[in-house]
Structures are given as structure tokens and as C-alpha cells.
């Protein structure tokens, strides 16, 4: 306990774990209706959040995956919800992911906690909201595990509970399946994007001079996390980083309802990123796993009534544990 079993699914196309990783992005559209507020960062930089206001004493804040933004279908879909049942939602662009460069040689990564402690500190400043809930997909949901075991000590009250989405809790074991063939055209379409925001940091910033070569060279993210996140955020090496950025060792220090939804055919994670043991040892971690359901997919038909089985769990948690 609390290990959940899922009710998950889904029709016959979407038992295919590639077909319902990239069918949301592809096939799926979504609206918004976002008032962008910039706040600025004790070091000088920059954090875009898009808020969407219903009026409500409640929000959530939901945080995009790798190289995503608030305009990641999963995103604008739990924005959609989300305020339909009348919560406010800010989404957290994480930084250089917002469609302006940050100011900083240093964008973010998977363990940088400490610029969510600064969202929620902002919105308890300049708020007057009664609860704050969290949301985090893929990377974002490393963030949101981590965080909530990290600061648990300091943990403002007004955050009552959090849901985590697929996410590599375990990021050395995720980065080598990620490495894998079967993994190729995902991780090619991830370093395209890295490849291109570390170029502009190198106009930007004269003086960073990393490798050219083995930069567009890249093939995992060992290659990348090796030339510009271990160097730029003072890690040794891409095993130091993962292993200081990882959630799983945070898991069993949370202390507030905190579920981790995820499913066995999603092809990013491996077995070290199913975290059955923490989750059984744990009064407020739960972790429900389907049997299908891709990385951010869940997607249950093709029609939109039946592609809202993960915002529709989600709002179920949230208002039973928030």
C-alpha cells in the first residue's frame, strides 16, 4: 500500500505503446486561453508562467516534459479540464522553453528543484490562493517527485498533493533504454531540439566553447549530458547528474498524497523506473501502472470523449486528496 490498480483500457489501436506515445501530439488539438507573467529570478533570469483563471481559491501548476512547453498537447488538455471542474492553472515553462532564450548559459534540467520552490513561493507572495497542486509530466514529474521529497521539511501547507506522469525516476537506467534502437527516432527528434538552444548558447555566450564535433555527433543523452548539463551545472560527470537528479531516492520521504501514474509499455522506462517497493512502504506515495498507455499517452479512442481517461483520473485524485 498504496499501490493502485488501475483501470485503464484502452481500444485495440491504442495497446500499441509507440502508437500511444505520439498520437497526442500528432492527432490531438487543443486550445488556450493563457495571461503570460514573467517573474524574474533571484540570479538574474527569467521564468514564463501561463496562467488560466477560473476564478478559483485553488491551482495547479503543471510542468511540461523534455524540451516540451504550456503549449504541449498534454498540457493544454489538463489545462482544459482542469478548469472546466473550476481550478486555475499555471503553466510552468521551464527555462528556455517558454519561445524566448534565457538570459543564463544554464537552462534546466531534471533534478533543478529549486526554480519550483520559486514558482510556488512566488504564487504564495503575490496570491491569495488556499491550495496549490502540482502536475508533472515525464521530466516534470521527476521535478514534482523530487521536490516533494527534497523540501519535505519546508513543504508550505497550501500544497496539499501532486500527480506525477511517466516519469524516469531512475534517470541512468531510462537514459540507456533511451539509447536503444527502438528508441532511436525519439531520441534524434530530443537531441534536434538540444542541439539547437546549445548553439544559440554559444552565440550567446563567446567565451562556452563546447566540442562542435561531438556535439552534432550526439547519439544519447550520455553524449549530450557529457558536453553541456554535467559541465555547465557543476555536475563531475553524467552519472554524477543522474544520479544527484533522480526522484527515486526522494520517494519514501514524501509526506503529502502524491500519485505516479505510469504504464508497462511505455518505451522510455525500465524496470528501475517502476517504483513498486517505495510505493508499498509509503503512507502517501501511491503508484498506479497500466498495462498500456505509452509515455504521456492514455489515450483510450480516437474520438476526444475517449482521450480524457488521464485528465479525468487525475481530477479524481486531485479532489479526493487536495
Known amino acids: 500500500m498504496p499501490i493502485i490498480?488501475?483501470?485503464?483500457?484502452?481500444?485495440?489501436?491504442?495497446?500499441?505503446?509507440?502508437?500511444?506515445?505520439?498520437?497526442?501530439?500528432?492527432?490531438?488539438?487543443?486550445?488556450?486561453?493563457?495571461?503570460?507573467?514573467?517573474?524574474?529570478?533571484?540570479?538574474?533570469?527569467?521564468?514564463?508562467?501561463?496562467?488560466?483563471?477560473?476564478?478559483?481559491?485553488?491551482?495547479?501548476?503543471?510542468?511540461?516534459?523534455?524540451?516540451?512547453?504550456?503549449?504541449s498537447k498534454y498540457i493544454l488538455s489538463a489545462v482544459a479540464e482542469f478548469n472546466s471542474i473550476g481550478y486555475d492553472t499555471v503553466s510552468f515553462n521551464l527555462r528556455g522553453c517558454s519561445g524566448e532564450d534565457n538570459r543564463l548559459l544554464k537552462t534546466y534540467h531534471s533534478g533543478k528543484t529549486e526554480d519550483l520552490d520559486f514558482v510556488v513561493s512566488y504564487l504564495l507572495k503575490n496570491y491569495a490562493y488556499k491550495k496549490i497542486m502540482i502536475v508533472g509530466y515525464s521530466l516534470g514529474g521527476n521535478l514534482t517527485l523530487k521536490y516533494l521529497g527534497e523540501y519535505r521539511d519546508h513543504l508550505p501547507d497550501k500544497v496539499t498533493c501532486a500527480i506525477a506522469v511517466s516519469v524516469p525516476v531512475d534517470l541512468a537506467s531510462s537514459g540507456r533504454v533511451m539509447g536503444t534502437l527502438k528508441n532511436k527516432l525519439y531520441m534524434e527528434s530530443f537531441l534536434k531540439s538540444l542541439r539547437q538552444k546549445v548553439l544559440a548558447k554559444v552565440e550567446q555566450f563567446p567565451n562556452y566553447k563546447p566540442d562542435r564535433e561531438k556535439l552534432m555527433q550526439a547519439k544519447t543523452f550520455k553524449d549530450f549530458d557529457e558536453l553541456y548539463t554535467a559541465p555547465v551545472f557543476n555536475f563531475s560527470s553524467p552519472e554524477d547528474y543522474w544520479e544527484k537528479a533522480s526522484s527515486k531516492p526522494y520517494l519514501s520521504k514524501i509526506k503529502i498524497p502524491s500519485l505516479l501514474i505510469t504504464s508497462l509499455d511505455d518505451p522510455f522506462l525500465p524496470d528501475e523506473c517502476y517504483p513498486y517497493e517505495e510505493a508499498g512502504d509509503s503512507d502517501a506515495f501511491h503508484l498506479e501502472v497500466t498495462k498500456y498507455g505509452g509515455h504521456v499517452g492514455f489515450i483510450t479512442g480516437i474520438r476526444k470523449q475517449y482521450n480524457r481517461w488521464l485528465e479525468k483520473r487525475m481530477i479524481r485524485f486531485l479532489k479526493e486528496n487536495g
Do not use: C, W
Not at 38 to 67: A, C, N, P, Q, W
Open 5 to 71: 490498480k488501475s483501470n485503464f483500457s484502452p481500444s485495440l489501436l491504442f495497446r500499441n505503446g509507440h502508437v500511444n506515445t505520439i498520437y497526442r501530439s500528432l492527432f490531438m488539438q487543443e486550445t488556450h486561453n493563457y495571461q503570460r507573467k514573467r517573474i524574474e529570478t533571484l540570479d538574474d533570469d527569467f521564468i514564463d508562467l501561463d496562467f488560466s483563471k477560473v476564478g478559483s481559491d485553488t491551482i495547479v501548476i503543471l510542468i511540461h516534459g523534455l524540451e516540451g512547453s504550456s503549449e
